[in-house]
Each structure stands twice: as structure tokens, then as C-alpha cells.
């Protein structure tokens, strides 16, 4: 019997160990948090974040993909809170500025976390960068600002996009005035992009590197996807635009040129260490290799 009220004051001990230190903890963290605030100087007024205000204009779907979309895209971001206090603010500051290793630098770089300020928020510039992340993922003519607020040492950002229903491919046509067209004709039928996708910055340009390996694999080795340019209209109606693949003013002549390999020789009495012998080439060399073109075989 006593073995087992001393197991049970043990653990009791123990219980009321562990809720000490989770009211310590506690402490900790909510009192800085609560006078963090009162440690941000004079000259200054803290970030404490944004809010993204969505004005649908028309049927737009996908209202909570593009509101995640948008805040992805707001930087910086503010300080981290916890409960609503924010403990690596107070840190930093009641860390001061330690001029060598210790317990003050420890908590500064550790612990603390650097102050974000309104002075390091540009929201009309954010907000342009937020508009062009809609039009890139398709949704033309959307329109974002920002207003902010401040207020007590705090500032806070809110962002209103305007947005309109996204545009989706109607055609895509591959330009046929080169005859390096003819060749990334015969590759297209793996395309990324199809119609009655919704438009997408970021899937043209995948296509556009997709496009520049399938032509280095064709022979076209100096071809960069650099030359391509997708051009879009979205003037056709019903909120669909048209594709039109072109090449870039002025590309090089030799990213249009098929390259080979030439003739090959076995040397068997070449070493390393041996003199360098020339082989002879049954082909003209172009840049290091051969080429051919649709006109000459070189």
C-alpha cells in the first residue's frame, strides 16, 4: 500500500511539474508579445499583415484558389505571432545590439526575429505585382489595389482585386513563314498547351523549353527557346484568346541548322601520350559540327 501512494504522489508531482512549466511557457511567450509593441521606436509602425479583398466581376470560379494565390505572392511577410503575441519580436529588441558572442547574441539571432516595418511595405507596388499575376494565369483585365491602415504603432494592408472570369484557349496556330516551323510542327502534337485550357504564363513557358529540347534532339542544337514567342489575342469574343508560336526578330542562322555527326574513324594506334592525329573529314565543319539544311548538305 505504501509503494502505491508513492507512485501516486510521484506522478502527481509530476503532473504538477508539467502544468508549471506549460504556464511558464505561456508567460513566455504571451507577456513579450503583449509589450512587443511598446518596444517598436517612435519613427516607426509595425507590418502586422495583409488582407486580400476579392470583387468578383462576373461569374468568376475558384474565388478561394486565387485569394491563396494572391496572399502566396505578398512579400515581405509579418513577424510571426503565437496567440497573438509575437515572442521573437521581443527578443530582438531586448536583445539590443551585443557587440560579442553570449547569451544577448543567442537571443538576438536564435530567438529573436527581426522587426517588419510599414517603411519596408511597398503595397501600390505590390499591388501592380498582384495584377499581373492574375493576368498571367488568365484572368484579362483584372484590377488590384491597396489601401492601408494604421494604427497605434501598427499598420495593416488590404488589397481589393477586382476579377474578371478567366480567359481560355480557342486556337493555336504555328507560324509557317520559316521552315524551322516544319520541324517543330512534327513535335507539337506533345504540346502542354491545348485548347480550352485556361490561359497560362507559366505552362507557355514550359511549353517553350519543352519545345527547345525536342528541336536539340532533332539536330538543331544552337535552338533556345529564347527564339520562340507566343503571341496571344484575346479580341475573338466569349472571353477565349488565340495562340500564334513565332520565332523572335533576328534569330541566329545557325539555331536553324540541322547539325550531324560527321564521318567517324577508328584511330588504333592513337594514344594519349602520342602525337595529336588529324582525321580527316569527309564534311565541311560548321562551329564543330556538320549541318545540313533544307536548300544544301554540307
Known amino acids: 500500500m505504501r509503494k502505491r501512494k508513492t507512485d501516486v504522489g510521484?506522478?502527481?508531482?509530476?503532473?504538477?511539474?508539467?502544468?508549471?512549466?506549460?504556464?511558464?511557457?505561456?508567460?513566455?511567450?504571451?507577456f513579450p508579445g503583449c509589450t512587443a509593441i511598446k518596444l517598436v521606436p517612435e519613427n516607426q509602425v509595425l507590418y502586422t499583415g495583409s488582407k486580400v479583398k476579392l470583387i468578383p466581376e462576373g461569374r468568376v470560379s475558384a474565388k478561394k484558389r486565387i485569394?491563396?494565390?494572391?496572399?502566396?505572392?505578398?512579400?515581405?511577410?509579418?513577424?510571426t505571432t503565437i496567440l497573438g503575441a509575437r515572442p521573437g519580436l521581443w527578443f530582438f529588441?531586448?536583445?539590443?545590439?551585443?557587440?560579442?558572442?553570449?547569451?544577448?547574441?543567442?537571443?538576438?539571432?536564435?530567438l529573436g526575429q527581426a522587426p517588419?516595418?510599414?517603411?519596408?511595405?511597398d503595397a501600390e507596388k505590390i499591388a501592380e505585382m498582384l495584377q499581373a499575376h492574375l493576368i498571367n494565369n488568365g484572368y484579362f483585365f483584372s484590377e488590384v489595389s491597396s489601401a492601408v491602415r494604421v494604427q497605434d504603432k501598427k499598420g495593416k494592408v488590404t488589397y481589393t482585386a477586382r476579377v474578371h472570369p478567366a480567359y481560355r484557349i480557342r486556337d493555336i496556330v504555328f507560324e509557317r513563314m520559316d521552315t524551322l516551323f516544319r520541324n517543330i510542327d512534327s513535335?507539337?502534337?506533345?504540346?502542354?498547351?491545348?485548347?480550352k485550357q485556361k490561359y497560362n504564363l507559366e505552362r507557355l513557358k514550359a511549353e517553350q523549353q519543352r519545345i527547345e529540347e525536342?528541336?536539340?534532339?532533332?539536330?538543331?542544337?544552337?535552338?533556345?527557346?529564347?527564339?520562340?514567342?507566343?503571341?496571344?489575342?484575346?479580341?475573338v469574343g466569349k472571353r477565349q484568346?488565340?495562340?500564334?508560336?513565332?520565332?523572335?526578330?533576328?534569330?541566329p542562322e545557325k539555331a536553324k541548322r540541322i547539325y550531324t555527326l560527321g564521318k567517324i574513324e577508328v584511330l588504333p594506334d592513337y594514344t594519349l601520350a602520342g602525337d595529336t592525329v588529324s582525321?580527316?573529314?569527309?564534311?565541311?565543319?560548321v562551329d564543330g559540327f556538320h549541318y545540313i539544311d533544307k536548300k544544301h548538305n554540307y
Open 10 to 30: 510521484n506522478k502527481n508531482r509530476s503532473i504538477g511539474i508539467a502544468c508549471a512549466l506549460v504556464h511558464f511557457l505561456l508567460f513566455a511567450f504571451l
Open 67 to 79: 485569394k491563396e494565390l494572391l496572399n502566396a505572392n505578398i512579400l515581405p511577410k509579418p513577424n
Open 93 to 110: 529588441y531586448k536583445a539590443g545590439n551585443p557587440q560579442k558572442k553570449g547569451f544577448r547574441t543567442f537571443m538576438k539571432n536564435k
Open 116 to 121: 517588419v516595418y510599414m517603411s519596408d511595405i
Open 187 to 195: 513535335v507539337k502534337d506533345q504540346s502542354y498547351v491545348k485548347t
Open 214 to 235: 525536342a528541336m536539340e534532339n532533332l539536330g538543331f542544337f544552337y535552338f533556345d527557346d529564347r527564339h520562340l514567342i507566343f503571341k496571344a489575342d484575346s479580341t
Open 241 to 251: 484568346v488565340d495562340l500564334m508560336l513565332t520565332l523572335e526578330p533576328g534569330v
Open 279 to 285: 582525321a580527316k573529314a569527309d564534311t565541311t565543319l
